[in-house]
């Protein structure tokens, strides 16, 4: 059984990349890019928010590494950088076979008492 007081090693990046999904602004702006890359404008145009706390939540999402940004005049354009994705993707399918396999182990041990009860 596992202390659930224990924290796993893990790199800081990958708690940063899960941190920066979990606000909804943030989220909404990693499914905007998913569709393309976009100017700063752009992505502020579709939040009812202050230009400067918008831009702090691109700051988050740039320092996770799970969007990259470049300028060009005075235009900063946003992309998604997939790696951190792939990593989450990659823990996230770990969980679920971990789990799969720990609820496969409780329904034959429930099906054995079961049985062993009839």
């Known amino acids: 059984m596992t202390n659930c007081s224990v924290t796993p090693t893990r790199e800081p990046e990958f708690d940063r990349v899960f941190k920066a999904l979990a606000d909804p602004t943030r989220l909404a702006v990693v499914e905007r890019l998913g569709r393309g890359p976009a100017a700063t404008t752009e ?3 579709e939040f009812e928010m202050a ?3 918008f831009l702090q939540h691109l700051r988050v999402l740039e320092d996770s590494g799970l969007v990259a940004s470049h300028k060009q005049g ?3 354009t946003y992309r998604l950088t997939p790696g951190p994705l792939r990593t989450a993707e990659g823990w996230l ?3 679920r076979g971990i789990w799969e396999r720990r609820l496969d182990r409780l329904d034959e041990h429930l099906y054995e008492m079961k049985k062993d009860t009839t």
Do not use: N
Request: charged fraction near 35%; aromatic fraction near 0%.
């Open 43 to 45: 992505l502020a145009d």
């Open 74 to 76: 005075r235009v900063r």
């Open 93 to 95: 399918s770990e969980q």
């Open 51 to 53: 230009l400067p706390s």
